[in-house]
């Protein structure tokens, strides 16, 4: 079909439910830090243990395309360094890219283990950077890598990067982090393409790859059937200068009060600013005036969210948890009999990894009770208009836009405006399941 590059899924060569013995016979020896120097496949004496190594850069020989497949690898260590594990050998989840004529042109050791007890984490994180003739350099992580300042963040600010790839064995946790909602949120809040494999694999819950453009995404999701999909696109390379936008976004969070800062995916002459509530918003109704609804308390993702429920038509909501507040103006096409709430979080995420998040999040409830809201729900028919914004203590902010059958939708508006980041949407494409800003406080972990 033409493809310059592709993209295989982490876990796609060794599968799971192994040992760190179990899965030894398997591992690869691969030289890390490669110039390119390497071709397996033309040499493939120069190495003891490398078939697979060798298998995958015969596939991007023959095929003339830049390849990029996770496997497992061994390095052996001596006692004398004190992190050499007791059998004597590091063993890593690895990411290998090729290029088109086969050479070995880097390798990515994942530094963000998800309880991968086989693996061991690099002393070091990797900086993995290739570069290919048809869009420029290419930065490589894998699945957890995602959530974390190292190497993702930092990796792409270094190398000022516009492309990732990214093998996944992604377990979807909705309402905040199903595959394909996180993927496509990450390309947009860094203004980058990520060619995302994920395995597919509905019972362990791992399903959602995409193509991603800050703009648009070409996504495969498919919970009831166990065929997995291979994604074909064309697009764009990315020209415009990330850093300067982040830079810029920092300097928004410090001292700007007067200019109204949007990324649109729709034409410039409607953009609209977002207004700081005077006094305290509260919920309009026919009667008149009336403050926002009590706030109750759920579990959503493991973390104790504060929520407020979203009653009637329209109306004005917020709420508040340590310095975060959430704001929501919100006008429905149609009343439908669904419970959505408004929920904050800011805090400490303690369940599976460790790390500080900020989050405002407009959700469809599993039910019609309060304690519904935070469970997983994938379908949803209320069509809402909204604007929701927090005052986000950290620049990092991912903007989560997720509709009826796990499908993706894009905002018409976002960015800075008087040190609040708001998100605004009239008439998503099908009902609403979540929109949200899921901030990440690195600095915080």
Same mark, same amino acid.
């Given at each position: 079909?033409?493809?310059?590059?592709?993209?295989?899924?982490?876990?796609?060569?060794?599968?799971?439910?192994?040992?760190?013995?179990?899965?030894?016979? /398997?591992?690869?020896?691969?030289? %890390?830090?490669?110039?390119?120097?390497?071709?397996?496949?033309?040499?493939?004496?120069?190495? #003891?243990?490398?078939?697979?190594?060798?298998?995958?850069?015969?596939?991007?020989?023959?095929?003339?395309?830049?390849?990029?497949?996770?496997?497992?690898?061994?390095?052996?260590?001596?006692?004398?360094?004190?992190?050499?594990?007791?059998?004597?050998?590091?063993?890593?989840?690895?990411?290998?890219?090729?290029?088109?004529?086969?050479?070995?042109?880097?390798?990515?050791?994942?530094?963000?283990?998800?309880?991968?007890?086989?693996?061991?984490?690099?002393?070091?994180?990797?900086?993995?950077?290739?570069?290919?003739?048809?869009?420029?350099?290419?930065?490589?992580?894998?699945?957890? =890598?995602?959530?974390?300042?190292?190497?993702?963040?930092?990796?792409?600010?270094?190398? #000022?990067?516009?492309?990732?790839?990214?093998?996944?064995?992604?377990?979807?946790?909705?309402?905040?982090?199903?595959?394909?909602?996180?993927?496509?949120?990450?390309?947009?809040?860094? #203004?980058?393409?990520?060619?995302?494999? !994920?395995?597919?694999?509905?019972?362990?819950?791992? $399903?959602?790859?995409?193509?991603?453009? @800050?703009?648009?995404?070409?996504?495969?999701?498919?919970?009831?059937?166990?065929?997995?999909?291979?994604?074909?696109?064309?697009?764009?390379?990315?020209?415009?200068? +990330?850093?300067?936008?982040?830079?810029?976004?920092?300097?928004?969070?410090?001292?700007?009060?007067?200019?109204?800062?949007?990324?649109?995916?729709?034409? *410039?002459?409607?953009?609209?600013?977002?207004?700081?509530?005077?006094?305290?918003?509260?919920?309009?109704?026919?009667?008149?005036?009336?403050?926002?609804? @009590?706030?109750? /308390?759920?579990?959503?993702? /493991?973390?104790?969210?504060?929520?407020?429920?979203?009653?009637?038509?329209?109306?004005?909501?917020?709420?508040?948890? #340590? $310095?975060?507040?959430? +704001?929501?103006? +919100?006008?429905?096409?149609?009343?439908?009999?669904?419970?959505?709430?408004?929920?904050?979080?800011?805090? *400490? %995420?303690?369940? %599976?990894?460790?790390?500080?998040?900020?989050?405002?999040?407009?959700?469809?409830?599993?039910?019609?009770?309060?304690?519904?809201?935070?469970?997983?729900?994938?379908?949803?028919?209320?069509?809402?208009?909204?604007?929701?914004?927090?005052?986000?203590?950290? @620049?990092?902010?991912?903007?989560?836009?997720?509709?009826?059958?796990?499908?993706? =939708?894009?905002? =018409? %508006?976002?960015?800075?405006?008087? !040190?609040? /980041?708001?998100?605004?949407?009239?008439?998503?494409?099908?009902?609403?399941?979540?929109?949200?800003?899921?901030?990440?406080? +690195?600095?915080?972990?």
């Amino acid at each position: 079909q033409g493809a310059q590059i592709i993209v295989f899924p982490e876990d796609g060569i060794h599968g799971f439910n192994f040992t760190r013995s179990s899965i030894y016979p /398997y591992l690869d020896f691969v030289p %890390h830090s490669p110039s390119g120097q390497w071709n397996p496949c033309r040499e493939p004496c120069l190495f #003891n243990d490398t078939e697979v190594i060798q298998r995958l850069s015969c596939m991007a020989l023959k095929n003339k395309l830049f390849l990029v497949a996770n496997l497992g690898t061994k390095q052996p260590c001596e006692r004398s360094d004190a992190r050499c594990p007791p059998d004597g050998r590091y063993q890593f989840n690895t990411d290998v890219a090729f290029g088109a004529d086969g050479a070995l042109l880097a390798t990515y050791r994942k530094h963000n283990l998800y309880f991968e007890h086989a693996f061991d984490t690099p002393p070091e994180p990797d900086y993995a950077v290739f570069d290919t003739p048809f869009a420029g350099k290419f930065g490589m992580f894998t699945c957890f =890598d995602i959530l974390f300042f190292e190497p993702a963040v930092n990796l792409i600010r270094q190398y #000022n990067l516009k492309q990732i790839v990214y093998p996944t064995a992604w377990m979807n946790q909705l309402p905040l982090l199903s595959a394909v909602e996180f993927q496509q949120a990450f390309a947009t809040a860094f #203004n980058v393409n990520i060619l995302a494999a !994920n395995i597919h694999h509905p019972t362990l819950g791992m $399903t959602g790859s995409g193509i991603y453009t @800050p703009v648009k995404s070409f996504i495969y999701h498919n919970m009831e059937s166990y065929g997995g999909k291979l994604i074909v696109a064309e697009i764009p390379v990315i020209t415009t200068d +990330y850093k300067t936008s982040l830079e810029s976004n920092e300097r928004f969070r410090e001292n700007l009060h007067d200019s109204c800062r949007t990324f649109t995916s729709t034409s *410039l002459d409607d953009e609209v600013c977002f207004k700081e509530q005077e006094g305290t918003p509260g919920r309009v109704s026919e009667k008149g005036k009336e403050q926002s609804p @009590p706030p109750f /308390y759920a579990e959503m993702m /493991y973390d104790n969210f504060t929520f407020v429920p979203v009653w009637g038509e329209k109306g004005e909501l917020q709420v508040c948890a #340590n $310095t975060l507040c959430c +704001y929501l103006n +919100y006008q429905r096409a149609v009343l439908t009999d669904e419970l959505y709430a408004l929920g904050v979080f800011d805090g *400490l %995420h303690t369940v %599976h990894g460790t790390y500080y998040v900020q989050a405002c999040a407009l959700v469809k409830c599993g039910g019609l009770s309060f304690s519904t809201c935070g469970q997983e729900v994938t379908d949803a028919t209320a069509v809402i208009d909204f604007q929701l914004s927090g005052n986000m203590s950290t @620049p990092y902010i991912f903007p989560l836009l997720l509709t009826s059958g796990i499908t993706l =939708d894009f905002a =018409d %508006h976002m960015g800075w405006k008087d !040190n609040h /980041y708001f998100l605004s949407k009239n008439r998503t494409s099908s009902g609403l399941l979540t929109a949200a800003l899921y901030g990440r406080w +690195y600095e915080k972990d």
